[in-house]
């Protein structure tokens, strides 16, 4: 049922001139997917209200709400196609009167952890791109054929907005700023074990995929009403500079259930580290900053260590945002284990000191989409120095590609061994006393790779090349001698 509603939506959109790439297509599709899926959850709201024998408050008023504007129906249940807005009228409704009405939610709901809030939050960044009225008239009944009151369409639906997420990050200017692969994100998650009470929080949150990966891994950890208002409203934390990220990140989140996600749109590396207090602090990190991004010196200001380079500011927010004993996952570029710049060690022996970097998985290359550098994911834990860190090369015995990507499965071994830090072809330890101390260098070196043949010397070359070059002018006398 989803599947070819968001083919038919993708149709329309093409032939739409207000939007020309699939960032245009995954934005535009969200706003109208999110209304409809919020009037179905006032829906729902009304009907337990009612049954409760309760008064409810809609969020909307009733000119504003999906059932009046978009979808307005006759006494018998039918598309009420006079009261329908089309063409321009329907336009000018969504610019001046819809999208006003919905972003003033940011003043005048209760709080920032509240649906309202949120809703004014998205309103107030997204424009409508849509400059033809019939063409959103055909998405707009599209959607409305949509059903979201049963937990197989959320999955379904949360599962082809992933899709369309990573269709958007691959076709974006910056594709790993947008997706992580999932079987990653799953398998750092695994590693962590969260459970039900600790917060998770995600400094650049992109399109909140640890987050919601996250949420489906504690779900079935509630038992009680306690604990799925713990999981709702106490437990997962984001923050995402750019707009567009920060937006699709709430809807992915409000999509995949949690109603009123505590997302903030901000630069994170504008928090000075120094100021960070038990409070701000977090049981789990989780994240994926971006590749090769680069910092004013202003922000730089706000890190005892300072570099241009955002890898080593958001290394530093990461390791003071824990909690004692809090752990952490973070997909970093390779590079941050062997630059020898003096901010690359400083950072490095404060994370040895400060946190157990107890693992280091290598990814391949092509793991992200787009990103021409090679990754690798830290696991560390605050309270106490390393000792020992093992590592684990992953080598999924394929090239990786758009077309074949990074499963569950590649990572299965990964999990398995490390939860014992067993060693083997793929997989070995390195003991922080046998490090460099005036570099601590990290790099992926694995003992355990047969050896490279020796390389010959450039004299062996040169005599070979010689040697062959004789042996093929005797041949072709031998060749003349026979004419």
């Known amino acids: ?38 009037d179905d959850l006032e ?16 969020i ?32 000018e409704f969504v610019n001046t009167d819809l999208f006003p009405y919905l972003s003033g939610f940011r003043e005048s709901a209760t709080g920032p952890d509240t649906i ?84 998770i929080y995600d400094g650049a949150v992109g399109s909140a995929g640890f987050l919601c990966e ?12 306690e604990d799925w208002d713990i999981l709702q409203r106490r437990t997962f934390y984001g923050q995402e500079k750019k707009s567009l990220a920060y937006i699709i990140g709430i809807m992915n989140m409000v999509l995949h259930g949690i109603e009123a996600p505590n997302i903030i749109h901000t630069n994170t590396l504008n928090e000075n580290v120094m100021d960070i207090q038990e409070k701000d602090r977090f049981d789990i990190i989780l994240a994926n900053p971006p590749f090769g991004g680069s910092e004013r010196k202003e922000v730089q200001q706000n890190f005892p260590i300072k570099s241009g380079e955002t890898a080593y500011l958001f290394l530093q927010h990461f390791i003071r945002k824990l909690k004692t004993g809090g752990r952490a996952a973070v997909v970093i570029k390779n590079t941050v284990l062997s630059n020898a710049d003096n901010a690359s060690v400083a950072v490095r022996k404060e994370l040895l000191e400060v946190c157990n970097l107890h693992t280091i998985l290598d990814c391949p290359q092509k793991t992200f989409q787009g990103a021409g550098v090679k990754t690798v994911v ?32 590649d990572l299965r071994e990964f999990i398995d061994l490390q939860a014992n830090f067993t060693t083997g072809e793929k997989s070995w330890t390195v003991a922080t006393s046998d490090l460099d101390l005036a570099t601590f260098d990290l790099s992926v070196k694995n003992p355990n790779a047969p050896e490279n043949a020796p390389l010959r010397s450039p004299e062996e070359i040169i005599d070979e090349m010689l040697a062959r070059d004789a042996e093929t002018a005797r041949i072709l006398e031998d060749i003349r001698g026979m004419l």
Not at 71 to 76: L, S
Request: hydrophobic share 35%; net charge negative; glycine share 8%.
């Open 1 to 38: 049922m989803f599947e070819n509603a968001f083919n038919s939506i993708d149709k329309a959109l093409r032939a739409e001139e207000g939007t020309a790439s699939e960032l245009d297509y995954v934005e535009q599709t969200s706003w109208v997917l999110f209304l409809k899926y919020l």
């Open 43 to 58: 829906t729902d709201r009304e009907d337990r209200a009612a049954l409760e024998g309760r008064d409810y408050t809609p």
């Open 60 to 91: 909307f008023d009733n000119e504003h709400r999906w059932s009046t504007w978009a979808a307005p129906k006759t006494a018998d249940g039918k598309f009420d196609h006079n009261a329908a807005l089309t063409g321009t009228d329907l336009i």
């Open 116 to 199: 309202e809030y949120k809703v004014g939050e998205v309103f107030t960044e997204i424009v409508n791109k849509f400059r033809s009225g019939y063409i959103l008239r055909d998405v707009l009944d599209i959607v409305d054929g949509l059903e979201f009151n049963t937990q197989a369409s959320k999955h379904e639906l949360s599962d082809l907005y992933e899709a369309r997420i990573k269709r958007m990050g691959n076709a974006g200017r910056n594709g790993g700023e947008y997706y992580t692969p999932r079987s990653l994100i799953r398998a750092m998650i695994q590693v962590l074990e969260p459970q039900i009470g600790e917060t």
């Open 214 to 225: 996250a949420f489906e891994f504690l779900r079935p950890m509630t038992d009680s009403a």
């Open 378 to 409: 830290l696991f560390f834990e605050k309270g106490k120095p390393t000792q020992d860190i093992w590592y684990y090369q992953l080598d999924p015995g394929r090239a990786l590609g758009k077309t074949n990507p990074l499963n569950d499965e």
